[in-house]
């Protein structure tokens, strides 16, 4: 009996994800870092304390996909709306305590259309990472965010 051996299809090498996560403090970097790692492990993840780093990234062979951000940490928003400008397709997550809806609404017009607070269960994290991945243009907050929606669609 003659048996025919086909060539398996050749895979492309997908390009790795990568997310850079900005926090000061280091307990709520090394939290998030190890729950994407743990529940992504195809992800890379790089860490950082200040959103300046971003630039540095561009500017090298490391293409970005998702930047993890505090806007509390931010002395001001010029960084997020340059980073906007240069790179329009990093995808942004403000990922702070933060709770007001005018700071909300204000991120959403420089184009943050994801907003996760860092007591976030862990799920809703990675639903925001999935979310985003799959469609840059859908606006995900937590739950517990839904006093912001009517800024928000007005």
Same mark, same amino acid.
């Given at each position: ?62 293409e970005l996909d998702i930047v993890f951000f505090d806007i509390e940490v931010e002395k001001n928003s ?8 240069? =790179? ?32 976030? =269960? ?31 669609n007005n």
């Amino acid at each position: 009996m003659l048996r025919k051996f086909f060539p398996s299809k050749k895979t492309k090498d997908k390009k790795k994800f990568n997310i850079l996560i900005s926090e000061k403090e280091k307990g709520y970097r090394n939290y998030l870092a190890r729950l994407i790692k743990y529940n992504r492990s195809a992800y890379n993840v790089f860490t950082s304390t200040e959103i300046e780093r971003v630039f540095d990234f561009i500017y090298s062979d490391i293409e970005l996909d998702i930047v993890f951000f505090d806007i509390e940490v931010e002395k001001n928003s010029s960084n997020i709306a340059i980073l906007r400008r240069i =790179q329009p397709k990093i995808r942004l997550i403000n990922w702070s305590n933060c709770r007001h809806p005018e700071v909300i609404e204000h991120l959403y017009s420089l184009g943050i259309k994801t907003f996760c607070l860092k007591d976030s =269960q862990p799920q809703v994290i990675l639903n925001a990472i999935d979310y985003i991945n799959n469609n840059q243009n859908i606006l995900y907050l937590d739950k517990k965010l839904n006093n912001c929606l009517y800024l928000l669609n007005n």
